[in-house]
């Protein structure tokens, strides 16, 4: 059997210029296409890749502020509480110190009442123990109550000790200023020559008095130079009277049990 190699040549060109038809006008064609398409789908799940980072990062922010929002509100919690507690034992220690305030006031109105009633008692008492004396020396004898006082002054200047009247010598000597003699009364002047006569015999000096009226010195005489003092009067009888009157009106009646 003959080739025909014209027949198989031409076959073989047609078939080439078949190839290079397809691949020029299909093959390439389709390749792009699906390239075109590779990159697209790639493209898309680049960006499905990105939206799903965004919202991994989305759900993460919001599980951050969650927990951020869980620490606050537990910790404005904690400070509410603590400035709850704070302000009641600010109010518990401001109650108490207005008891305890409130309770001093009273207790010192009370001691002021007290005082008030143990000074008018005592007051009422000085009244009634001058005019009981009064009454008592003008029936017993005619001195008056300021001559019988005087009368003890004098005799207390002539029973001082040895030590106690140089001390008061001293003083009486020392100082550049009359002595000063107080009374709760105003001294008749021949009192005041009786009680001048036993200081210069007591002293044995000539002794400057300057002679005043105190009633603080409750029916008595007092004289005092540069610092030293000596008299006598019924003050301490009614500060021993002051002394059981302020007792009784401290003692207060324990409460009885409920």
């Excluded at 409750?218 to 009157?245: F, H, M, P, R």
Aim: charged share 30%.
């Amino acid at each position: 059997m003959l080739i025909d190699w014209f027949t198989v040549g031409a076959q073989a060109l047609n078939f080439l210029i078949l190839v290079w038809l397809l691949k020029h006008f299909l093959y390439k064609p389709i390749l792009n296409a699906i390239d075109v398409r590779e990159k697209g789908i790639a493209a898309k799940l680049a960006d499905a890749d990105a939206k799903t980072k965004d919202a991994q990062k989305e759900h993460d922010d919001f599980d951050k502020k969650n927990r951020d929002f869980d620490q606050q509100r537990a910790a404005l919690l904690t400070k509410a509480t603590d400035d709850a507690k704070t302000e009641h034992d600010h109010l518990i220690d401001e109650a108490r110190k207005e008891a305890e305030t409130l309770r001093t006031g009273q207790a010192t109105a009370l001691r002021n009442d007290q005082a008030r009633l143990s000074k008018e008692i005592t007051r009422v008492a000085q009244d009634e123990v001058f005019a009981i004396s009064r009454k008592t020396l003008q029936d017993l004898s005619t001195a008056s109550l300021e001559e019988r006082v005087g009368a003890v002054f004098t005799r207390r200047l002539g029973e001082m000790d040895d030590k106690a009247k140089q001390t008061l010598g001293v003083a009486l000597n020392a100082s550049s200023e009359p002595a000063l003699l107080m009374s709760a009364f105003e001294m008749p002047a021949p009192q005041r020559a009786t009680i001048q006569n036993a200081l210069n015999e007591t002293f044995s000096a000539e002794i400057r008095v300057q002679f005043k009226t105190a009633p603080d010195t409750i029916c008595g005489i007092e004289l005092s130079a540069n610092g030293q003092k000596i008299g006598w009067n019924i003050a301490e009888y009614l500060t021993a009277l002051d002394q059981k009157v302020g007792e009784l009106l401290t003692a207060q009646p324990e409460p009885a049990a409920k």
